[in-house]
């Protein structure tokens, strides 16, 4: 059975900016997890950091962002690292869908 699909309206204690997206995890293991996102058109983080590495691979669309000040636009097939403790923020130039791979385990929950 497939997981459901739960809102995203906030990401590190910071609300989503043009909308919501969608959230469902994917995979669990002891020390990291995989989520599976999906933004609209124009919606995106606001910057923000945590305390995991995440490892964005996109499936569909297009994505563009920052990583530590520097920008840059992922499609289908593209993957970008998140560093731990690092500033960075994601926004869809067109509906995307990703999965993301963070380790060791967030202390927050995703969902909000």
Known sequence: MEPEWQTLSVVE???LVGGTGLIRERARAEHGLAYEIRYPAGVASAEHWHDHDSIVH???????GTVGGEWGEFGPGDVVVHPRGVRHHVEAVTDSRWIEFKTPLPQRP???
């Open 13 to 15: 204690g910071r609300p």
């Open 58 to 64: 996109v499936l569909e669309g297009r994505l563009r």
């Open 110 to 112: 995703p969902v909000g």
